[in-house]
């Protein structure tokens, strides 16, 4: 029999339980481990996830409590902390853990890591795609809508602040180091730093100006750059259903960055730094800049610039971005956000499973095998993904050209998104098209001359 005292203890062990489904149900192998989890039915998730965010938000309440009494944070902060918290891991308990999804990984861990038996990838695939695909689909189906009434007036917009962007940090580039040869030579201190100074407000005011419907086509650009590039690796160009799950990730994280909620640190970031940066003087910057590390002085002016960022609503305006953080996460999280509870019976029952659960021994682990192990060893195309995301070279390790021409992925794709930032993709409606406008002037105009010439010859008669 349970205790309550010790139903108590096992709970807060119980969320290392979600730990094995990724680690040793996906990629471990070979280890002796407490494997009560791959009996769990879709009932004994749910509870397990429920327990789980209750112990999470135990210890948060907890941290929170003694960093405000250190002094770490203010009092007026500690509501805003715990709620931003909790909505955290209301979303990660939505997101990373699915019941279906767990019990069918379970029982394919079950057969081919536990048994050893060889499960096929289509088998795989079959039985999980669909469902990984539903829960990706139903995260993104919960972020909320943007309109853009005309996007490719949003887009030239965006690309003209981008390449803006682009200008002003080379330009401030080149000021940063014509103001520390100024310093290194005493000369022109004053024009240089100013002229920097100066530079520095354009760029807080172009990002001051950014809009929630520019955020969106940002994050458009990015998902249509990230797809192009990871779609044509050879694993990809072979398995639609890859290209699938790949499109509904990137729904997903798009979903995760919310269209306003990026929108509102851009904008929040460029406002504050805006109205600091008039009230930075050469000589506030040479006092700062003169005490070293350590010095009660130095200490003093850190405080006086906290001090002045405060005094320009920083505080208020982070509290903002915490509080639409909190709400966006707890919107993704769905039902997920409400706090439920269970029974002591209930949870009595699961704590039993996993006191009982003896330790098992997996099959040997395939001779000659390296990454990954467990349930994705099945998968030779996930053995391909992995190697063609880290191997550095040419080929593909089979002798054949990488479709991005030995740039890694991330290489590829940085530079993509910078092409499509820099350059209006979209075309011009026909409504707005200069040409339409042209001929329609023409031919109204032509109109009006075979009218009035048709009619005075009518009339002449």
């Not at 029999?1 to 139903?7: A, C, D, I, R, Y």
């Not at 279906?100 to 060889?118: D, M």
Request: proline share 3%; with cysteine; net charge positive.
């Amino acid at each position: 029999m349970v205790t309550k005292q010790e139903t108590k203890y096992k709970t807060w062990n119980t969320i290392t339980y979600i730990r094995p489904i990724f680690q040793g149900g996906l990629f471990s192998h070979g280890k002796q481990l407490d494997y009560s989890w791959i009996n769990f039915d879709k009932k004994d998730w749910q509870n397990l996830k429920i327990i789980g965010k209750r112990d999470a938000k135990k210890a948060i309440d907890s941290s929170i409590s003694e960093v405000v009494q250190k002094g770490f944070i203010e009092t007026s902060w500690e509501n805003d902390f715990r709620n931003f918290a909790y909505s955290l891991v209301n979303f990660a308990a939505e997101v990373f853990v699915n019941e279906e999804i767990a019990v069918e990984i379970a029982g394919l861990y079950k057969r081919g890591v536990i048994n050893g038996e060889k499960i096929s990838e289509q088998e795989i695939g079959r039985i999980l795609f669909p469902k990984i695909l539903q829960h990706l689909n139903k995260i993104s189906a919960r972020k909320p809508k943007t309109t853009i009434s005309d996007y490719h007036g949003t887009e030239v917009s965006l690309v003209a602040k981008y390449r803006r962007l682009e200008s002003l940090g080379e330009k401030f580039d080149k000021q940063s180091e014509e103001f520390r040869e100024s310093v290194k030579n005493n000369t022109d201190k004053e024009k240089t730093f100013n002229n920097l100074l100066a530079t520095g407000k354009e760029l807080a005011s172009v990002l001051q100006s950014f809009t929630v419907a520019e955020s969106k086509v940002v994050k458009e650009k990015l998902k249509k750059v990230i797809y192009k590039v990871v779609s044509k690796q050879s694993e990809f160009r072979k398995n639609p259903q890859l290209k699938t799950l790949l499109k509904s990730f990137l729904e997903a994280i798009d979903a995760v960055w919310g269209d306003e909620l990026v929108c509102e640190i851009v904008n929040s970031f460029g406002q504050i730094a805006n109205k600091f940066l008039h009230t930075v003087t050469l000589q506030k910057f040479e006092n700062f800049n003169s005490l070293g590390d350590g010095d009660e002085e130095k200490e003093k002016e850190f405080q006086i610039v906290i001090q002045q960022l405060k005094n320009l609503g920083i505080e208020t305006t982070l509290k903002k971005i915490m509080v639409k953080a909190t709400n966006h996460f707890n919107s993704l999280a769905g039902e997920g956000a409400q706090t439920k509870n269970i029974s002591f019976d209930e949870e009595q029952v699961l704590n039993q499973k996993i006191i009982s659960a003896p330790a098992t021994t997996p099959a040997p682990r395939p001779t000659g095998g390296s990454k990954p192990q467990g349930i994705l060893a099945n998968i030779p195309s996930f053995n391909s993904i992995i190697n063609e995301i880290e191997d550095p070279n040419d080929n593909d390790g089979n002798g054949n050209q990488k479709p991005s021409g030995g740039k890694s992925i991330g290489e590829e794709i940085f530079n993509e998104l910078n092409k499509s930032l820099a350059n209006v993709e979209s075309k011009t409606p026909w409504y707005q098209d200069p040409w339409v406008w042209g001929l329609s002037a023409l031919g109204l105009g032509a109109a009006i001359l075979v009218y009035y010439f048709f009619f005075r010859k009518k009339n002449n008669k």
